[in-house]
């Protein structure tokens, strides 16, 4: 049975750091990425790597400021999240798929290309 634990979600002030944790049991996996949810809008895109090589991509808005990392021996992949601004304020949702990273050349950054999901955890930052 496959199944994604996270957490590392809270409450931060602006310009803070959250780590968030995302451990899968049940499998292994060639894709790992993180996405949110703000109320109102649709789920997107943040982050994915790896398993093999640990290649990531990172969503625009997020680039420079957070970090996805894993470590496979614990089957466990990692958002870093610095300087956090309140429009980063929505509930992370890590996502694996059991394929590779990339297809026709990029990587996946649609929730419809992921398999299994966490529960979510719930990031607010405020002013």
């Known amino acids: 049975q496959v199944q994604l634990l996270e957490s590392g979600g809270g409450l931060v002030q602006a310009g803070g750091s959250l780590r968030l944790s995302c451990t899968a049991s049940?499998?292994?996996?060639?894709?790992m990425a993180w996405f949110r949810q703000a109320p109102g809008k649709e789920r997107e895109f943040v982050s994915v790597?790896?398993?093999?090589?640990?290649?990531?991509y990172h969503a625009d808005s997020v680039k420079g400021r957070f970090t996805i990392s894993r470590d496979n021996a614990k089957n466990t992949w990692y958002l870093q999240m610095n300087n956090l601004q309140p429009d980063d304020t929505a509930i992370y949702y890590c996502?694996?798929?059991?394929?590779?990273?990339?297809?026709?050349?990029?990587?996946?950054?649609?929730?419809?290309?992921?398999?299994?999901w966490g529960q979510g955890t719930q990031v607010t930052v405020s002013l």
């Open positions: 996502a694996a798929h059991q394929l590779s990273a990339l297809i026709w050349g990029r990587f996946r950054q649609t929730p419809s290309e992921y398999e299994y």
């Open positions: 049940g499998r292994t996996f060639s894709t």
């Open positions: 790597i790896t398993w093999i090589d640990g290649r990531t």
